[in-house]
């Protein structure tokens, strides 16, 4: 199978200028600005059918032409490298492992959108790669990649890389770029979009890590090579973070489209010790739960949407027959209580009292009529906020008791008979791990 960046996913090992240049490194960058005019560079970007792989899925080459080019301001490059979406860690190992691809990238995405300051905004957990990518920008301004006259033509371009403080509002476009200009990460109102008003007032192109550093294969291989890779409207390969209960965890890159039980099955090994599965979650923990009679379907934005759920991040999160599906939303639900910025009320007030809710059924203390309270509460969250963290908290509140109420039901009513039994599978806290997110067994 067709491997762009995973093959270059050595354990422990970072591919550096030398080597990099030597695998044909910054030649596509090169090529872009010899034979490509920016338009011509947009189109290309259009035809591959590239998405955007942060969780969006908005066409990426469409994005670009959105950005004014006369309006006497500058434009900027933001690139988000926030990764917290829990069961997502791809972007930490694109930087730990391949920088200098994530640069051509924002090199070729800078040429298209005649951008001369792109800002990488990394979560500040991930201090080691955020020293890799530092080291690499230096090695490229030696080069002459970066800095003034970059490839001997009349165009400068800095990166500069901004160190996060671990808010996962800040992987939000808007809420990154007010902590960018220093302030509290507040979402912003849209319209306008940042396209036309983003950093600093001055139009902005907002991409995700993943997504910029497939640039340079496109342009080495071909926009219709690339767009061939994955699925109808969804171009190319995408690195899926494979976690919970299976044989073989870890970072797969496979074609946009590719069926979840593949993934699963193939790919990942397979459910531990060959226990039964019982849920997956297809796109990081924002995204609604799928059965086990559900994982019949294309790894991409069309194909999981029309099922209800969403490819969002990659984070395909598995669960076994032992998980307690009641305390698993206790757990995701803790997190977004705790992660709300607190600006909308429907956010700020709906986690929190789902997550009171929550700990108390686990507590032992549950009702039935908790379970329509949850719903209730839900359908008050999704769609009224300036941002989504409401949606992403919306879809597992709504799709795990909708999915799994006997689970709930009789989880009340044992629970109540005799709190101090815990459940064979205990999912107390979600752990952190480099940006990668567990259930853990007690």
């Known amino acids: ?24 490194g910054y030649e596509q960058a090169r090529k872009v600005f010899e034979c490509f005019t920016r338009e011509a560079v947009i189109e290309e970007v259009k035809k591959s059918n590239l998405r955007g792989l942060g969780g969006a899925g908005f066409p990426c080459g469409m994005k670009w032409s959105f950005v004014p080019q006369n309006t006497g301001k500058p434009v900027y490059l933001v690139v988000n490298a926030d990764e917290g979406e829990p069961g997502t860690f791809k972007d930490k190992y694109i930087i730990r492992h391949v920088p200098h691809t994530l640069l051509e990238g924002i090199i070729i995405a800078a040429y298209a959108n005649n951008v001369h300051k792109a800002y990488v905004y990394i979560r500040g957990e991930y201090s080691g790669p955020a020293d890799i990518l530092e080291r690499a920008i230096e090695e490229a301004k030696k080069k002459n990649y970066l800095g003034k006259k970059i490839f001997g033509r009349d165009y400068d371009l800095e990166v500069v890389v901004h160190r996060g403080a671990g808010a996962y509002i800040c992987g939000e476009e808007t809420g990154l770029l007010e902590s960018l200009e220093g302030k509290r ?80 099955y193939t790919h990942a090994g397979g459910i ?8 997956v979650v297809p796109g990081g923990l924002s995204a609604a739960i799928l059965t086990a009679d559900e994982i019949d379907v294309g790894m991409d934005f069309d194909q999981l949407r029309a099922k209800g ?15 307690s599906i009641v305390e698993a939303l206790m757990v995701t639900m803790r997190f977004y209580a705790h992660e709300s910025c607190g600006q909308c009320s429907p956010c700020r007030e709906g986690t929190g009292w789902v997550n009171k809710i929550l700990n108390r059924v686990v507590g032992g203390e549950g ?63 979600v752990h952190s791990r480099g940006g990668q997110r567990e259930f853990h067994k007690v």
């Open 1 to 24: 199978m067709e491997k762009i960046l995973s093959r270059f996913f050595v354990p422990g090992k970072t591919f550096w200028m030398d080597e990099y240049e030597k695998d044909g």
């Open 185 to 264: 990460a507040y979402p912003r109102l849209k319209p306008p979009f940042p396209a036309v008003v983003g950093l600093f007032a001055c139009p902005t192109v907002i991409n995700n890590v993943e997504t910029l550093s497939y640039l340079p294969a496109i342009f080495k291989g071909g926009a219709e090579w690339y767009a061939k890779l994955g699925s109808e409207k969804n171009g190319g390969m995408r690195l899926l973070c494979v976690s919970g209960h299976v044989k073989k965890p870890g970072v797969y890159e496979l074609p946009l489209g590719i069926p979840l039980r593949e993934v699963i």
């Open 272 to 279: 531990r010790e060959d226990r039964k599965l019982k849920a």
């Open 309 to 323: 759920t969403m490819a969002g991040s990659g984070g395909v999160i598995v669960m076994d027959e032992t998980t």
């Open 367 to 429: 009702r039935q009529q908790d379970i329509d309270n949850l719903l209730d509460i839900c359908s008050f969250m999704g769609g009224t906020t300036i941002c989504a963290l409401a949606d992403g908290a919306a879809m597992p509140l709504r799709s795990y008791p909708q999915k799994f109420r006997s689970e709930f039901e009789t989880y009340i009513v044992q629970k109540k008979s005799n709190p101090l039994i815990l459940s064979e599978l205990h999912t107390h806290g």
